[in-house]
């Protein structure tokens, strides 16, 4: 039985007790008092007392909390929560959030010093198409997952640098990129947007031809796959490079039947799927490399900044109904994702996907939305812009009530969607 999902506890541990602490500490250090931190949902096991506040362990595992006096204005005490200057009340309301992004800053830094698997460029020079946008400008060209592209508007192409720059010099007209497939330039006519995204792709180091990998896993080794045999096709279908390869590889559900090559001879196996594998991987040319400390900060920054960039893109895919894959998820696709992810990917993955949830909590946590933190903070700044007049605290609980119901019921119909794809077999990961 696979219990790789479990790991979603320390997962969404790690992140609601970070965010809490942003609460606590900004509170206590600002001189508001705070009842109670807890590691966990009650029932209670047990608690500590120190300095008035209840320090206590709970039986449900996922997260924790903190209670501070009149967070919901219903408190006279002099030093409670809704008693305080709106300059300390936004600071604690905002502290949890900052708190998930220093902790994904922390998981990235800690990352890169600690070694991280890159492409060795040299042995995987190109650069291939792997996923695209549905309505995309590249779909709408006819470009296909696993195109190579060679130039863009007659000019060479030498890595996703050069598609980046070359698409963004000719957002809005049609351009004519050239692409290698089953060993044939085909020249395919391209609107890029003006802005970004260009083409709405996914880019990925390519080369051919696609070889087997059995560093990870000998279950297949067992069912007669080689390491490094050549990969030729998959269930029938020809493939020509390791990005459409993979992608073939990623589509099946049943059987996977390869047609491999190893010193010229050709041959065919079987294998069966194993959880979310078939118990190998297409060779990728990867090396570990270990940064500096102000290098893994840079790359943590920069890591932080272009998934913070891209999360309202996600949104408003996801609102479209464009996004790839499931766009939106509850506890339960979070908890599927886990999995696949320890399974696919080990720590790192789970540390790099514990970091980018953080990010995620950090946006979408500050929206100004009923019952999150960020409605509570344009409570505060409705208060500021009415000269210092507080709206009523049984109106404002109103509010995010029915923010929290209207909540609960669209996170009910994401799990009911949740649900139904862990009942029909699918997956998160591509």
Do not use: C
């Amino acid at each position: 039985m696979d219990l790789n999902w479990l790991w979603v506890v320390p997962v969404l541990g790690v992140l609601i007790v970070v965010h809490e602490m942003g609460h606590f500490f900004t509170a206590i250090w600002l001189g508001i008092k705070v009842e109670e931190f807890g590691i966990g949902f009650p029932p209670r096991i047990f608690a500590i007392r120190r300095k008035g506040i209840d320090y206590s362990l709970n039986w449900l595992p996922i997260g924790g909390f903190v209670k501070i006096v009149g967070e919901n204005g219903d408190s006279d005490d002099p030093h409670s929560f809704g008693k305080a200057p709106a300059w300390k009340r936004i600071i604690v309301l905002a502290a949890g959030s900052f708190m998930n992004l220093v902790l994904a800053l922390a998981l990235f830094t800690a990352m890169a010093i600690a070694g991280t698997r890159e492409i060795v460029s040299t042995q995987a020079p190109s650069i291939g198409i792997g996923q695209i946008t549905t309505g995309a400008p590249a779909e709408v060209g006819q470009m296909q997952i696993g195109d190579k592209i060679v130039r863009i508007a007659d000019q060479p192409v030498n890595n996703d640098d050069d598609i980046r720059r070359l698409s963004e010099q000719n957002g809005g007209k049609p351009t004519i990129f050239t692409v290698l497939r089953d060993g044939k330039e085909i020249p395919l006519t391209i609107t890029p947007n003006a802005a970004s995204p260009f083409l709405g792709v996914y880019l990925y180091p390519w080369y051919a031809p696609a070889k087997v990998d059995l560093s990870t896993s000998n279950s297949a080794a067992q069912a007669g796959l080689q390491d490094g045999a050549i990969i030729l096709s998959v269930n029938g279908e020809p493939v020509s490079n390791n990005i459409s390869a993979e992608y073939a590889i990623g589509q099946v559900t049943g059987q996977l039947t390869l047609g491999v090559e190893r010193n010229g001879v050709p041959s065919t196996v079987t294998l069966d799927k194993s959880g979310t594998s078939f118990g190998f991987n297409v060779f990728r040319p990867i090396r570990t490399v270990y940064y500096s400390p102000s290098e893994a900060l840079g790359r943590a920054l920069n890591n932080t900044w272009t998934v913070v960039a891209s999360i309202p893109t996600g949104i408003a895919q996801a609102i479209a109904g464009k996004a790839d894959g499931p766009g939106v998820t509850s506890i339960v696709g979070i908890t599927q994702l886990t999995g696949e992810v320890a399974q696919e990917e080990g720590f790192n993955g789970l540390m790099n996907l514990t970091a980018l949830l953080g990010i995620s909590l950090f946006m979408i946590n500050l929206l100004p939305l009923p019952a999150l933190d960020g409605g509570r903070l344009l409570f505060i700044l409705i208060e500021l812009l009415r000269g210092g007049r507080k709206i009523a605290p049984e109106k404002e609980g109103m509010v995010h009530f029915a923010g929290m119901v209207i909540l609960l019921a669209l996170m009910a119909i994401i799990t009911f969607f949740d649900v139904s794809r862990l009942f029909e077999g699918g997956h998160i990961l591509p």
